[in-house]
């Protein structure tokens, strides 16, 4: 799952997708797309033309956090207001807009009344109410392996089932008397539209849902003292939630404009837009998370999947997404935080300086507990060297060579799970999102996993979200059409393996480092 919006990485990269002003034709269909992360948010305007598309941003804005009475919160009215604001801007453009779609974050919710009106403000996932929750309920509910039986989801802590179970031993009184519990997007289209649904990737995200069904499990809900009555109507990515209501349509100038349900939870819009030919591929979301995964018909539940904690989220026109998370650009985020001297410096230019450092020096397993939130990234990374009998990375270059090196090797040991468990060889790796931008963290995996990897594009989410709703209208028959249509309107970066014998021993090195 991606928490962290992808486009975040590089910024300084823009995507030539991404046209200051779209230039305006009576005769185009236009859709309206909200991208909202954890941190940011943006609308962006996407047309469709002699099957080519094309995207402009119209706003971007802030998401930000609530800390209050020891709780976090996100502001589900801001979040609103602003695609309201992107909703007035096109109106006063003139731009006859056929559809709106809505992705965001995966796992968080709110409570709706018995009257229509939002409960309370939904808590973040970031919040701390659900430590140690997912320990109790496995104790007092339904043990871990029958979660995982029933669902195929990974098991991270803010996981909606732990919320839940955390939010009713504490006896909320928003989810006490909640008449409705809505994942975020589309409580945002319920408050455009008025009508409740449960997108069905947003509601894999929460690890309620059965994916052989494709419907919320009613064990799993009855643990937790609820209902599928509690829930809207499942819906898949692009199918019609609703129009416009007439408050928002006074509001905005706009008419009664259909809501599409995307792929709700963004890395399936992002998936959707991977450029593939066939199904013989894995995809690389990357950003401050890295998620590598394979496209099935079918979820993959077994004690290989549990032993190595993968997951199964909805994808679109019935499909799985069958992946993992990884810590991805995360290490070098906020180690670059903390550099006062590449302030001004360019990701190129930081880049460039590590691939002067001897490569292989030092390793490091990405996804060790100790990377998760510490108080100094640079400091836990040369603890990790140390700790492991490495030499001890200093400066800013050779600590960068060593995170790329070694997410790459990561990278290897995940892609070689999947090689396992897929059902067909996997002859190509996709890159999408910010990540894709770095050239040499490419290079190096395409080293690594020995496969050809194709990076692009940057805007997977938005192109996920505004294709499916151009599906949604008939402009696109199926996800093959998207794929296509995606693939001649992007330059595709081409990455073939090297260097064979160097990163076969680097990663019997890894291997070494990381099992002690």
């Known amino acids: 799952m991606r928490y962290y919006p992808l486009y975040a990485i590089f910024a300084a990269n823009k995507s030539n997708l991404l046209k200051p002003i779209m230039e305006i034709n009576n ?35 802030d998401n930000n956090l609530i800390e209050t009475g020891g709780h976090f919160y996100w502001d589900i009215y801001a979040l609103y207001n602003e695609i309201i604001k992107g909703l007035k801007t096109v109106a006063q453009r003139g731009i006859q807009i056929s559809s709106i779609g809505i992705d965001t974050w995966g796992v968080d919710f709110v409570c709706i009344g018995e009257d229509g009106a939002i409960l309370r403000n939904p808590l973040a996932y970031r919040d701390p109410h659900t430590f140690g929750a997912m320990e109790d309920y496995f104790q007092q509910k339904v043990s871990k392996e029958e979660v995982y039986n029933i669902t195929g989801i990974q098991f991270m802590n803010f996981n909606s089932i732990f919320q839940l179970y955390a939010m009713r031993r504490a006896d909320n009184s928003a989810l006490k008397n909640a008449s409705k519990i809505l994942f975020v997007p589309d409580c945002l289209s319920y408050m455009l539209t008025g009508n409740e649904v449960c997108e069905y990737t947003i509601a894999s995200t929460s690890q309620l849902l059965d994916p052989r069904t494709k419907q919320l499990d009613e064990k799993l809900l009855a643990s937790l003292g609820l209902s599928r009555s509690k829930f809207g109507r499942m819906v898949n990515p692009g199918e019609m939630i609703g129009t416009l209501t007439a408050e928002v349509q006074k509001m905005t100038g706009l008419g009664p404009v259909p809501v599409i349900a995307v792929a709700g939870h ?29 496209e099935t018909k079918d979820a993959i539940i077994n004690k290989v999947s549990y032993d190595r904690n993968f997951t ?100 290897r040991e995940v892609f070689s799970y999947l090689q396992e468990m897929a059902e067909f060889p996997i002859e190509v ?41 151009a599906k949604a209208s008939g402009d696109v028959t199926d996800i093959w059409d998207m794929r296509r249509i995606i693939a001649a309107s992007i330059e595709l970066q081409e990455f073939e393996p090297q260097d064979k014998s160097a990163w076969d021993a680097a990663y019997k090195k890894y291997l070494s480092i990381t099992e002690k």
């Open 27 to 61: 005769n185009t269909k236009y859709y309206f797309a909200v991208d909202l992360g954890a941190t940011s948010g943006r609308t962006i305007l996407g047309s469709l033309n002699d099957g080519k598309f094309e995207l402009e941003e119209i706003t971007r804005f």
């Open 429 to 469: 790796l996709h890159i999408i999102g910010g990540g894709s931008k770095n050239v040499y963290l490419d290079q190096f995996t395409a080293n690594s996993l020995g496969v050809k990897v194709l990076a692009g594009p940057q805007e997977g989410t938005a192109i996920g979200n505004i294709m499916l709703q």
């Open 266 to 294: 963004d890395t399936g819009s992002a998936v959707a837009a991977v450029p593939a030919k066939d199904e013989k591929f894995a995809y690389l979301s990357s950003g401050t998370w890295s998620l590598m995964g394979i």
């Open 312 to 411: 199964n989220e909805g994808g679109i026109d019935g499909t799985t997404r069958f992946l993992k998370n990884i810590c991805g650009m995360w290490l070098y985020e906020r180690c670059r935080q903390e550099w006062p001297e590449v302030k001004g410096m360019s990701h190129p230019q930081l880049q460039g300086e590590a691939m002067e450092c001897e490569p292989f020096k030092c390793l490091i397993n990405p996804d060790d507990q100790m990377f998760a939130n510490p108080s100094s990234m640079v400091e836990a990374i040369q603890t990790y060297c140390k700790n492991h009998g490495e030499p001890v990375p200093q400066g800013h270059a050779e600590i960068c060579r060593c995170i790329f090196d070694s997410l790459a090797l990561r990278y």
